[in-house]
C-alpha cells in the first residue's frame, strides 16, 4: 500500500514537471513529425516507394524520439539528490522504477502512437496496414521505454553516457523493429501479422518482467 | 526503551578500501546521535548506509521506524514550487504537518507559491528541513543540517529537533560545525576516527 503511494505521487510530479517544461517535453514528438516530413522530400514522393518504407520509418522515428528523452530519464533526479530519496529506508524501488517509465512512455511512446495515423497517410501506407501499425506501436513502444530505461540507468554516473547509451540500446531494441515492422509489412501485402506481433509482445513482456530489477540495481550502483 | 534504528558492525568499503572501522549504532526513540570526526572519515557515507541508499559491505541494519534523510543535495524540483515540492513528500506519506504550517515553522511562510529554483541557499535548506515535517518519520538522519543557515536558522533546527525528540523521535547528524543545543542527557556522540585507510598501509 505504502509503495504504491509513493508511487502514484511520483507519477503525479512527473507529470507535473513535464506540463512546467512542455517545450522540452514536446521535443520528440517534434522531431517525429520532422523525420516524416523531410524523408519523402529527400527520396522522393513516389507513393510505392514511401509505403514500402513506411513501417521501418515510422518505427525508426519512435526509437529515435525515445532516445532523445533518454538522457532527461533518472539524471535531473541523480544531481538534484531526489534520487537518492527513492531508496531511503525503502527496500525496493520496484513501483517508482515503473512509475518513472511509464511517464517516459506517456511522454515519448503515446504521442507516436496518436500521430501514427497521420503519418501512415502521409506516407501512403494501406490504410488496411494501419491497425496493425497501431498495435504494433501500443506493444511495442512500452519495450523502447523498459530497455530504454535499463541503458539510461546502466550510464547514470558515466560521463559522455549518450554515445555509449546509444551503443549500449542498439542490439536489445534490433529485434523489436524487426518483428514490429515485419509485422506491419505483412499487413500491408495484406497476410497475416500475428505471428510477428506475438513476438513482439512476447519481447515487451520480457522486458517489463526484468527490465525494472535491473533498472533499479543499476540505480543503486550509481548512487554509490 | 524502543529502539528505532539498529546497526550492527556495519562496514562500507570504497575503492576495495574499509572507509570506517566495523560500526555499532543503536538510535533509542527520543535520543539524538552526533557525528563528528574531520572532512572525509566516512560520516555523510555512514548516514547514506543508515539511510539504506547505500548496501553496507558487510553488518546488518534495521529499521523498526520509517525514516527520512536530508543530505547534502535539497532533494527538491527547482521547476516546482515550494507547495508542490512539499506535496509530493506528504504523499508519499504518511502525512505530517500542513504545508502551510511546515513552511511557516522553517520560516518559509509567504514563499509557497515560489519556484524552488529561485530560492537562496539557505531558503533551500529550509525547504529540504521542512521535507520531514509534512512526513511523519520517526528516524532523522540530517548530513549537516546547519549548513548555509544563518543564526535564526541553526536555532530553528535546534528547536526541530527538540520537538522531534520530545515526541519520541530520533535523530542521527553529523556536524563539523556546531553541536545540537540539545539536553546532554539525550545525546550520544560517535567520532569516526580520521586516517585508518592510511594507518593500514605504512
Known sequence: MIGTGSASALFRRDMKLAFRRLGESLLPLFFLFTVIVLIPLGVGPGPNLLARMAPGMIWVAALLASLLALEHLFRPDLEDGTLEQWFVGERSVYRRVLARLFSHWLITGLPVILFSPLAAEMLHLPRHALGTLIISLLIGTPALSLLGGLAASLTLSTRGASVLLSILIFPLIVPLVIFATGAVSMAADSLDPNAHLGLLAAFTILSLTLAPIGIAAALRMNLE | ?202
Open chain 2, 1 to 202: 526503551m524502543s529502539r528505532l534504528l539498529e546497526a550492527h558492525q556495519l562496514e562500507f568499503h570504497r575503492y576495495g578500501n574499509p572507509v570506517f572501522r566495523p560500526l555499532d549504532v543503536a538510535l533509542q526513540a527520543g535520543r539524538a546521535i552526533v557525528l563528528t570526526g574531520p572532512n572525509g572519515v566516512g560520516k555523510t557515507t555512514l548516514l547514506r548506509l543508515l539511510a539504506g541508499i547505500l548496501a553496507p559491505v558487510s553488518g546488518t541494519l534495521q529499521h523498526n521506524a520509517r525514516v527520512a534523510f536530508v543530505g547534502h543535495l535539497p532533494a527538491v524540483k527547482g521547476d516546482l514550487t515550494c507547495r508542490e515540492n512539499l506535496d509530493y513528500e506528504r504523499r508519499v506519506g504518511p502525512p505530517g504537518l500542513e504545508l502551510a504550517e511546515a513552511l511557516a515553522q522553517v520560516g518559509l511562510a509567504g514563499l509557497g507559491s515560489r519556484p524552488s529554483r529561485a530560492l537562496s541557499a539557505g531558503q533551500k535548506r529550509r525547504l529540504g528541513l521542512a521535507r520531514l515535517l509534512v512526513r511523519k518519520t520517526p528516524v532523522w538522519l540530517l548530513d549537516e543540517p546547519y549548513a548555509s543557515l544563518d543564526d535564526a536558522g541553526c536555532a530553528g533546527v535546534d528547536q526541530l529537533i527538540n520537538r522531534h525528540l520530545a515526541d519520541g523521535g530520533g535523530v542521527v547528524l553529523a556536524t563539523h560545525q556546531r553541536h545540537p543545543r540539545v539536553d546532554a542527557s539525550q545525546l550520544d556522540n560517535i567520532v569516526l576516527q580520521a586516517g585508518i585507510v592510511e594507518d593500514e598501509q605504512q
